[in-house]
């Protein structure tokens, strides 16, 4: 055929022009890549200049013109066609890579659900502002670090070099190290820790006041699919989150979660009324208080005077304790030091010791259909030398109870409680203590693995006595037990299970069987519903020595400082402490940081399985890595770090040797032929 300017041109089906993908490998004409050319196949780029041309000394216009002329005579229509297409996909996948690094680095650059989508332009002022402000960090540092290291930096460069990994030293928290040479040593000191979940590269001690900028509350959902709070909290360090456990279970003593009581929605239980007296109310006379974020008493103590009440029932005690539970987040980035660290400073402790868990392995009571009277039957692996072995010591009972269930009886009987527990057709209490000792032997943990109840008691109460089958709606009043034969029942499986721990053995207000048995007994008798975390009915179970340890939930009391206020009325009472979940709990872990932080020495979690559950267990687990050797599990002597009591009478309370918590002042000294390297600089 005649191509342009009379040229004869050889027709395309005589002809094999194929169009190269990008790669140039031929492909067949059907395919998609037909016209993806790669710039190495394209030599005359007519319509678009590579970045190359365009670079390059500009040419004459008469030479365009020319050159132009001489290439159009040589083409035909269909090549024609062919090059600008495949110029056309290059310019798009150049813009398109354009837009996916603004992309990549809006990611990267925190921002509120109500913000706008950050312009380009925004995004490269915001992204150079961040890099600057990091690099006058970094060089802080240097500088710091150059006149005490100037003296030997020649001589440390000729000593052979040997490469140190620093491990476990902040599984929990983003952490920088600084390292300088002191009396012949190297020595790495983290400086700058921050708040779990947090991570934000800036020093926390370069802000010597932090008040709060922003606080955005919304509507989330807890574990059981009921609507709790979520708060957001704005500093100079950055964004900080909290998410607060829920529940429907409402106690006379506890504080009281505002809930919208609308039945259209929700059945009643959202929380935006909440969630709209934070955003309209807390926030903006929180920040116009001007408070420093470390404040902690003082912020709490200003939404208590702003809710006026003794119950939280006008703000919420779900709006202020989410607050609360904020604000300590941010206080421990403000201060360069992991939560738990900083919740230790609160609360006056000065040695560490990781807590033993409460597995539920088998359910009853109201959290299921069987005829088991007691809600919780618990493993509690006492016998552990460290928390990771409690840990595969309770997963591997789990599992194997598991497989026993399904083996046993129909597969559909392995139902999974709220709390992580099975709940299965066993008939009657003892038949659960037969069933959960039998496990506890068959997977060989004997002696390391100890039973633990929560008898839940409160809902057995009918009428002055107790009603193990409460579930029957035709039981008989004659067979009601007093408390003196609940309490026998109590001791015998204390004689014949070993059952070390009893939650709720009684009703909440029959302090006299809680005194009675507290004497007659050697096991722990601790009180969770008995006190609900409030201050008064705490004091209360002191004065009249109902049990001998006290469950705490950070939601009933209402903000972190009264939660601190009652483990130290405990703990100088000479009482155990066990930190406790709810059952509408969030994947947060401030519970975790709480137990450790605390030294709590137990920690009720349910059952080693569901997100929110293992969550909280995990990160004990890597608190447990950063301490290394400094790690102390407390084992068989629950409760001696609080000079409560010894269950076994193998030490006398407070003689464990507690392990001393590392510091960020306290250096780690390693030999001057050591070269520290930093855990992020290996990913």
């Known amino acids: 055929m005649d191509g342009p300017n009379g040229i004869r041109c050889s027709s395309m089906e005589n002809t094999s022009v194929v169009p190269l993908p990008v790669g140039g490998s031929p492909t067949s004409a059907n395919s998609s890549d037909n016209y993806m050319y790669d710039d190495s196949s394209m030599s005359d780029g007519s319509l678009y200049a590579s970045d190359q041309e365009n670079l390059s000394t500009p040419r004459r216009r008469s030479d365009y013109r020319r050159l132009h002329r001489r290439r159009s005579s040589l083409r035909c229509p269909q090549q024609q066609i062919q090059q600008r297409q495949a110029a056309n996909l290059r310019e798009r996948r150049r813009m398109q890579s354009i837009n996916d690094a603004f992309e990549g680095l809006r990611a990267h650059i925190p921002t509120l659900p109500y913000e706008k989508r950050l312009s380009k332009v925004d995004t490269l002022k915001l992204a150079i502002g961040y890099i600057s402000f990091l690099g006058e960090l970094v060089r802080v540092d240097r500088c710091s670090s150059e006149t005490m290291l100037s003296g030997v930096a020649n001589s440390h460069n000729k000593e052979e070099q040997k490469k140190v990994i620093i491990r476990g030293f902040s599984p929990v928290s983003w952490v920088r190290l600084q390292t300088y040479m002191h009396n012949n040593l190297w020595i ?45 909290m704005v500093t100079e360090l950055g964004l900080f989150r ?60 200003f939404m208590i005077s702003l809710d006026g009440t003794d119950t939280r029932s006008r703000l919420g005690a779900n709006a202020i304790m989410a607050v609360s539970l904020v604000v300590a987040k941010a206080a421990a980035a403000k201060k360069g030091v992991p939560l738990y660290r900083h919740i230790s400073d609160m609360g006056g402790v000065t040695s560490i010791i990781l807590p033993v868990p409460h597995f539920t392995i088998l359910t009853g009571g109201i959290l299921s259909s069987n ?5 919780e039957y618990i493993v509690m692996p006492t016998g552990a030398s460290s928390f990771a072995e409690a840990m595969r010591i309770g997963t591997e009972i789990y599992t194997y109870v598991k497989n026993i269930i399904l083996s046993k009886y129909k597969v559909d009987t392995a139902y999974v409680a709220d709390n992580g527990g099975f709940s299965i057709p066993l008939q009657s209490h003892r038949d659960a203590l037969l069933f959960l000792s039998d496990a506890i032997k068959q997977c060989g943990y004997a002696g390391k693995a100890e039973i633990a109840l929560n008898a ?14 409460f579930k029957n709606p035709n039981s008989n009043p004659q067979e009601y037990m007093s408390s003196d034969k609940l309490a026998e029942i109590y001791l015998d499986n204390v004689k014949e299970f070993g059952v070390c721990s009893v939650e709720d053995a009684f009703d909440m207000d029959d302090w006299s069987a809680w005194s009675l048995l507290t004497t007659r007994t050697t096991a722990q008798l601790f009180g969770n519903d008995l006190t609900q975390t409030n201050l008064r009915r705490v004091g209360l179970a002191i004065e009249k020595k109902a ?24 703990k100088a009472a000479g009482f155990g402490v066990v930190i406790c979940d709810r059952w509408g709990d969030t994947n947060d872990l401030f519970v975790a940081d709480l137990v450790v932080g605390l030294s709590a020495g137990q920690i009720k979690c349910g ?33 001696a770090h609080s000079l409560s009591w010894s269950r076994r009478g193998e030490r006398q309370p407070g003689s464990t040797l507690h392990a001393k918590i590392w510091m960020p002042e306290d250096p780690r000294i390693f030999p001057s032929t050591t070269t520290i390297i930093e855990k992020e600089e290996l990913r």
């Open 188 to 232: 790495t000191q983290r400086v700058a820790p921050c708040g779990n979940r947090t991570r934000y590269p800036l020093r926390g001690s370069q802000f010597t006041k932090m008040p709060i900028k922003l606080l955005l509350a919304r509507q989330i959902f807890d574990a059981t699919g009921v609507p709790t709070v979520e708060v957001d």
């Open 242 to 301: 909290i998410g607060v456990p829920s529940t429907d279970v409402k106690k006379i003593a506890e504080a009281i979660q505002l809930r919208d009581n609308n039945p259209a929605e929700y059945h009643g239980m959202g929380v935006l009324m909440a969630v709209k007296n934070i955003n309209t109310i807390i926030a903006p006379e929180l920040i116009k208080q001007n408070l420093e974020v470390t404040m902690q008493k003082e912020i709490d103590q």
């Open 371 to 375: 005829a088991l009277p007691f809600q």
């Open 456 to 469: 839940a008691a409160s809902d057995l109460y009918k009428d002055g006595a107790y009603d193990l089958e």
């Open 547 to 570: 049990g001998n340890s006290i469950g705490l939930r950070i939601n009933q009391a209402g903000t972190v400082t009264e939660v601190i206020e009652c483990f130290k009325l405990l």
């Open 607 to 639: 059952a080693p399985v569901r997100g929110e559950r293992v969550d909280k267990y995990n990160q004990v687990l890597r608190i447990e890595e950063e301490l290394g050797a400094l790690s102390k599990y407390a084992g068989s002597n629950l409760q």
